[in-house]
């Protein structure tokens, strides 16, 4: 997509506000929370800490594009649905695109790995464990379909 934006607008806000794309939640706005979390040219980035004009001639991928283009949920959000790993749902699009990351990044995560990985995402909610749990099932998925 391209648009004009101002210089200061944060890729969060343009997301949001200039592309109607609202599964990207705004939290802390100072890149602590990970609410915010979008893939751009495939690494995982806080939103609110990037200019929309840093991504430019980038690949942005929201969570609006994780799930095929019929609907079908992706591997890690059919597993965040099954081991229960969300429960009030404002952390979900950024803990589902970290999570996109760290398995294209590690397939095969080591409990470590699946730490440093969840480490910019806060859940107030679930205590983690479903969360580390859907990354464990997830994780089984994507390689079962390799």
């Known amino acids: 997509m391209a648009a004009s934006v101002e210089p200061r607008m944060t890729l969060a806000d343009f997301l949001r506000d200039k592309c109607g794309l609202t599964g990207t939640h705004l939290g802390c706005e100072h890149g602590a929370c990970g609410a915010c979390t979008v893939l751009v040219d495939g690494d995982a980035v806080r939103a609110c800490l990037l200019f929309a004009v840093q991504a430019d001639d980038m690949g942005v991928t929201t969570v609006e594009g994780i799930a095929s283009p019929s609907g079908e949920l992706s591997a890690v959000q059919s597993a965040l649905r099954e081991c229960h790993g969300l429960q009030c749902g404002f952390c979900t699009p950024g803990f589902v695109m970290s999570i996109t990351a760290l398995l294209r990044d590690h397939p095969d995560p080591t409990d470590e ?17 479903g969360i580390v749990a859907a990354v464990r099932r997830a994780s089984e998925q994507v390689r079962m379909t390799q």
């Open 113 to 129: 790995e699946i730490r440093e990985g969840l480490s910019g995402n806060f859940c107030r909610c679930t205590g983690y464990q």
